[in-house]
């Protein structure tokens, strides 16, 4: 089944919440993402209201496109078709028992934010000045930025230990915080500006690199050292609920 071709963000919201219901009849973790991406994008349309962007009716568009390959990828891999490497490494895990929630968050992170959000960004500002897109380009990454904290609380009602751990153990925040803001900030950007200066026959190749190098990533998510795997198998031990309770109380 082709994934649907969304044109506003609130038509977003509503797709991503099928994703969340498909995930919780399925027992995926998939869901975990899907959970995490709504929120991000109900913020997103929070702050267009708001005038939080320099350009709302560009911001809408770009989250839109943004959102589009998150669904191209989900719809592509319900359906056993090819998806980037990226996201192929993401969604490889759901059949695995060992990471937790907070990994496949950040593999989605990782495809997302540092592939297809350089890419939506290029689309966008085809033609035009991509430098003019660079501080609502942050303030992307601002909301990413706030809602980890958030996440972090959220993980916390799985796992009530977890956020005595993250305090014990700053490796294990560190881990969080600099990968899924930092490293994606700036990673994503800097490939956008790359893309947008390579000429237009050179593009899927160029792309096809950059999501080599991204796939490769998922190695800082799932094997992050010794002493973050030692904390993170005992977290997944002693997690709460079912996939579906996981995802709700993202969600919540």
């Known amino acids: 089944m082709p994934a649907p071709k969304p044109q506003t963000i609130d038509e977003v919201i509503d797709l991503l919440d099928h994703i969340i219901r498909v995930s919780e009849q399925n027992n995926d973790p998939a869901g975990y993402f899907a959970a995490l991406y709504q929120q991000v994008t109900i913020q997103v349309k929070e702050g267009i209201a708001n005038n939080f ?18 669904l191209d990828a989900w719809y592509a891999w319900q359906d056993g078709a090819a998806v980037t490497g990226s996201w192929q490494q993401a969604f490889a895990v759901s059949h695995n028992y060992w990471p937790i929630v907070l990994q496949h968050l950040l593999l989605g992170m990782n495809a997302h934010i540092n592939l297809d959000l350089g890419i939506a960004a290029t689309q966008i500002m085809a033609g035009k000045q991509l430098d003019d897109l660079h501080n609502d380009f942050n303030r992307i990454n601002a909301i990413l930025s706030s809602l980890v904290h958030e996440v972090q609380n959220k993980l916390s009602r799985i796992w009530p230990a977890l956020k005595y751990i993250l305090k014990w153990t700053g490796e294990v925040d560190d881990y969080l915080v600099d990968f899924s803001m930092q490293l994606a900030r700036d990673g994503a950007w800097k490939f956008a500006t790359q893309l947008h200066q390579t000429p237009p026959e050179q593009q899927a190749d160029f792309i096809g690199q950059r999501d080599q190098r991204v796939a490769t990533k ?24 079912t996939i579906p309770q996981k995802i709700k109380k993202l969600k919540a």
């Open 218 to 241: 998922v190695v800082v998510v799932l094997e992050p050292g010794l002493i973050a795997n030692t904390v993170l198998a005992m977290v997944r031990l002693t997690e709460r609920g």
């Open 53 to 70: 962007f320099d350009d709302s009716p560009r911001m809408e568009q770009l989250d839109v496109l943004f959102a589009q390959r998150y």
